[in-house]
């Protein structure tokens, strides 16, 4: 893995020089875990040729994201306005597709070490996912052989999403989830959002499990209930 200007050291993100953020956890089997780099020709030419020679200031990828973030707010609302249940659909599948793409560019080519257990797998992609396409700080927990949890101690949306506008993740998450489903150790897992950050917790939790049909029915009834929601407000 490529070194950078600090490492992540656990509870409440205490960083120290040596290694990014989204290169260190304490398993030993994190070591092990081999994954792509999402979008690799342009994180290249950004550090090659920009960050390397440039005096660009990358914070402003930050204010760029955010403005991409609230225009992808502002689609999905103007769909649901002028097109109702349809119009919701139309962003939301496009949202997942993006989702998918970003998964299967993660875990493209990948094989799973062996010995590396079901947790394990899942914990270290939903690492990635959210230190690095998410670009996200992390508290990540194996809890048991069937449960992973993780909380978001900081997230780049968290000042200016409201707390409705975090659906929009559901979408995203739906397509990284199928991704990771796609390798044996990923199959039948599903992802709870039980907090976040805009909605007033002091982080954003989640709880990813093996789940049983009944765990993946309550999954899509949740979505159902916020999309009606959305609709519902519209009018």
Known sequence: MESSAFAYLGPRCKLRAVMAHWEHREEPTWQQFKFNQPYAKGLARLRTEVLAKTDFDPATLWQW???????LVGVLEAAEAQFGAAGQQMVGEAI??????????????????????????????????????YASLEEPKIDSEGKVSFDIVWCPHQDHYKAFDCRIQRYFVRGMIEAAQAHA???????????????????????????????????????????????????
Not at 202 to 231: I, M, V
């Open 65 to 71: 994201g955010t403005m991409q973030a609230m225009a």
């Open 96 to 133: 997942s597709k993006i989702g998918l793409d970003v998964g299967r560019q993660i875990l493209e080519g990948t094989i799973v070490p062996e010995g590396m257990t079901q947790a394990e797998f899942f914990s270290f992609y939903a690492t990635v996912i959210n230190r690095i396409a």
């Open 185 to 235: 150790l990923g199959a039948g897992w599903q992802v709870k959002f039980d907090s976040t950050i805009p909605a007033g917790a002091p982080t954003c939790h989640f709880t990813l499990e093996k789940g049983s049909p009944e765990q993946a029915a309550e999954w899509n009834r949740y979505s159902d209930l916020l999309e009606a929601k959305a609709l519902t407000r519209k009018r």
